[in-house]
């Protein structure tokens, strides 16, 4: 997860393809009653922050690490909060209030409101904030975390609640809180 010279023409591309993406992906990969289903809900509650915390008490009562407890249970927190501040300042609303189209709130409509805004996924953004910080901790399993953050987003897409290029953003977003969190309270001095 080090940033490196290609790093923003990556995350660029992702996003801009995704965009691309969305009419397809509302009409073709929308599934009714994906939470109806065990692994529907499982993916769900990987974006669910109290599962975070959860987890961070239980990494703490294992290994008596606080540094990495508190990392693993706040930093989706912080995930969770930037998602909603990108929310209120992008304004876009979910798909399935325009029957899959693009509609932007003005920002005098509901200003401090985030209800029914879907740019970026707050579950997305909290699940893949809380799987690139697995990584981090825990590097060797690593396609564990992001298939978990990335089964929560595709069930976004599936229930319609959100764009592919909603989770998209939050998948990116997700990185750079880590990133930023690993540079000031992550790394110790002689682990890399």
């Known amino acids: 997860m080090r ?28 599934k009714a009653g994906v939470y109806d289903h065990d692994a529907g809900r499982l993916f769900r509650v990987i974006g669910y922050l109290p599962l975070w915390f959860w987890l961070g008490t239980a990494l703490w009562l ?20 930037v998602s909603e501040l990108l929310k209120l300042l ?8 325009h029957d899959g189209n693009y509609h932007f709130r003005t920002l005098s409509e509901r200003t401090w409101s985030t209800s029914d805004l879907g740019l970026p996924s ?4 909290v699940a893949f904030t809380g799987a690139f910080m ?9 396609p564990v ?12 897409v599936q229930a ?8 998209t953003v939050a ?14 309270w992550g790394e110790v001095k002689g682990e890399r």
Do not use: N, Y
């Open 3 to 30: 940033l490196t010279a290609r790093t923003p023409l990556i995350a660029t591309t992702s996003i801009v393809v995704a965009h691309l993406l969305d009419g397809w992906a509302w009409s073709h990969l929308g």
């Open 62 to 81: 294992v290994t008596r690490d606080r540094r990495r407890a508190l990392l693993l249970a706040f930093v989706p927190a912080l995930g969770g909060m």
């Open 90 to 97: 992008l304004q876009r609303e979910r798909p399935g209030l």
């Open 122 to 125: 707050g579950h997305s953004m």
């Open 134 to 142: 697995l990584c981090k901790l825990f590097p060797r399993a690593w």
């Open 145 to 156: 975390w992001i298939a978990l953050a990335s089964g929560t987003a595709l069930t976004r």
């Open 160 to 167: 319609q609640a959100h764009f592919l290029s909603d989770v």
């Open 171 to 184: 998948a990116v977003g997700g990185w750079l809180v880590v990133g930023w969190c690993w540079r000031r």
